[in-house]
């Protein structure tokens, strides 16, 4: 079955940098569109960001542009998502998510707090 696990969370202060990781299984990780997504305290889950299955195509929320970089290997069946400049909005549980499917991962926490 689909599987993802996030990695590389944690506490950050305002201006630093994280890289998160999301290694998939269960389907053919190459063949898929990739997504991000994150829930803060009391909001609602919302799209970060999103690679087309070759990485020649991304997108992004308003919130993240310039900020966030999303990429993936195909060879490690992992997609990354590289956040620079963070704020303390971006303090939030992420998780990938490959939209072709239900499946999530557990999700890594990220705060931004000094």
């Known amino acids: 079955q689909v599987q993802l696990v996030e990695s590389g969370g944690g506490l950050v202060q305002p201006g630093g940098s994280l890289r998160l990781s999301c290694a998939a299984s269960?389907?053919?990780?190459?063949?898929?569109?990739m997504s991000w997504y994150r829930q803060g305290p009391g909001k609602e889950r919302e799209l970060v960001a999103g690679i087309s299955t070759s990485g020649g195509s991304t997108w992004y929320a308003d919130s993240v542009k310039g900020r966030f970089t999303i990429s993936r290997d195909n060879a490690k069946n992992t997609v990354y998502l590289q956040m620079n400049s963070l704020k303390p909005e971006d303090t939030a549980v992420y998780y990938c998510?490959?939209?072709?499917?239900?499946?999530w991962g557990q999700g890594t926490q990220v705060t931004v707090s000094s």
């Open positions: 998510k490959a939209p072709r499917f239900t499946s």
């Open positions: 269960g389907f053919t990780f190459s063949s898929y569109t």
